[in-house]
């Protein structure tokens, strides 16, 4: 019988992280499906490399002891493609040699013809009203309107959780508001156990979940 505690949530097991031998962090947290947990802290105290670690990217200067345990699957030496979990950084990362529609295409699991994978990109851009912006060059578009550009190729991916490493730090403080609403209100919608890291307080408040500080 399943766990309800943990099904379909993301759970850090008494997750302790090493640089060099010297402790950065030590964690022991689960994050619910729909629920965004926040990790705060200066530069350097391993925020982005817990990120790291949880989706299979991290550095062999570092080190690790714990378990991450994804929808109930111990992840921990899971190859990255197999993880399921979706990040999203401070930079769009949207390629500029492709149009908008051709991003979000390159974000779907590569299963269904080329015809199907099209309906599911523009049902998507549909879903947030932005049904336009398809034939777009992504560097014709404005900062939140890329921000929200990338998380839906995030989400396009079927990741199970989200990892967000800052990435409203780039955004003007009006524009900032809106896109971390867009996010947290798009986590929610799909379920997602979410994950954000950053060294503002506001980003924090704003999550509505557990803030944990470094």
């Given at each position: 019988m399943s766990d309800t505690k943990t099904e379909n949530a993301l759970c850090?097991?008494?997750?302790?992280?090493?640089?060099?031998?010297?402790?950065?962090l030590d964690l022991n947290v689960t994050i619910q499906p729909g629920e965004v947990v926040t990790v705060m802290g200066a530069s350097g105290s391993g925020k982005s490399s817990l990120l790291n670690l949880i989706s299979g990217f991290l550095p062999p200067s570092f080190s690790y002891t714990g378990?991450?345990?994804l929808d109930g699957l111990d992840i921990t030496h899971a190859d990255p493609a197999d993880r399921k979990v979706g990040l999203m950084f401070q930079d769009p990362l949207l390629f500029p040699h492709l149009s908008v529609e051709e991003n979000l295409l390159f974000g779907l699991p590569a299963k269904g013809d080329k015809t199907e994978r099209c309906e599911k990109v523009r049902a998507?851009?549909?879903?947030?009203?932005?049904?336009?912006?398809?034939?777009?060059?992504?560097?014709?578009?404005?900062?939140?309107?890329q921000s929200r550009i990338a998380l839906i190729r995030v989400l396009l991916s079927?990741?199970?959780?989200?990892?967000?490493?800052?990435?409203?730090?780039?955004?003007?403080?009006?524009?900032?508001?809106?896109?971390?609403?867009?996010?947290f209100a798009q986590?929610?919608?799909?379920?997602?156990?979410?994950?954000?890291?950053?060294?503002?307080q506001l980003d924090a408040d704003k999550s509505g979940g557990q803030i944990i500080t470094l």
């Open positions: 850090l097991e008494n997750v302790r992280l090493f640089h060099d031998g010297s402790k950065l378990r991450v345990v998507a851009l549909g879903a947030v009203n932005m049904a336009e912006l398809g034939h777009r060059d992504p560097l014709t578009l404005s900062g939140g309107q079927e990741p199970k959780a989200l990892l967000l490493d800052e990435p409203f730090s780039a955004l003007d403080s009006g524009l900032r508001d809106k896109v971390r609403e867009f996010v986590a929610k919608i799909k379920n997602l156990p979410t994950l954000l890291v950053t060294h503002d």
